[in-house]
């Protein structure tokens, strides 16, 4: 398997390690895990985790439960153990260049004046206070849940990145804004 293909089923093996989950179970993990810098459709888990499971590199397990949908149930094999710790150990691919929308309006916004970008930069400062406030309730919920967890430590590198990526994006803001301000005012004059 290549490329996005392969990803999805390292994203699965991953999120498998955890403990053995059903495709719904993956589905509503992955916005409050992985989700915050990773996305995977539903469209490709349920086929990547029939080619896992016809590859060998997980089991899976069928129950019914009365008045309930069959549950299948999703784990990890030792191959696929196997393929998960050979992947984490290989290094990752360099990240692809940043497109923002932003930074591109940004870049022009001298065609507009400065007021058009304050705008812009304002609602980027909103977004990233909210996504901050995500990320530090989402940090609290998991420290609760799994207090001695002994993969705690690696999902909250993983979150620190996305705190630290915002409070630097605010940080960003509040010195573009005033900037922009001072850019008005020479405008204006």
Same mark, same amino acid.
């Given at each position: ?23 719904? !179970?993956?589905?509503? *993990? ?17 086929? %990547? *985790? ?6 060998? *590199? ?47 309006? *940004? ?15 304002? !609602? %980027? ?19 609760? %849940? ?44």
């Amino acid at each position: 398997m290549e490329g996005k293909q392969s990803n999805t089923v390292n994203a699965l093996l991953g999120l498998l390690s955890i403990h053995p989950m059903s495709g719904y !179970d993956i589905r509503q *993990l992955i916005p409050g895990s992985i989700g915050h810098f990773w996305s995977e459709s539903y469209g490709q888990i349920y086929p %990547a *985790l029939k080619r896992m499971t016809a590859e060998g *590199l997980i089991a899976k397990k069928t129950s019914r439960t009365k008045g309930k949908p069959v549950r299948h149930e999703y784990s990890l094999t030792e191959a696929g153990r196997t393929r998960l710790a050979a992947w984490l150990k290989v290094p990752p691919a360099a990240p692809a260049p940043v497109r923002s929308e932003l930074l591109l309006k *940004l870049f022009f916004g001298g065609q507009v004046g400065a007021e058009v970008s304050r705008a812009h930069v304002e !609602d %980027a400062l909103a977004f990233e206070q909210k996504t901050l406030a995500v990320y530090e309730a989402t940090e609290r919920a998991i420290k609760a %849940a799994h207090p001695h967890n002994p993969h705690l430590p690696f999902w909250l590198f993983t979150l620190n990145l996305g705190r630290h990526t915002s409070k630097a994006t605010i940080e960003w803001c509040v010195e573009t804004l005033k900037e922009l301000d001072r850019l008005a005012g020479i405008d204006g004059q």
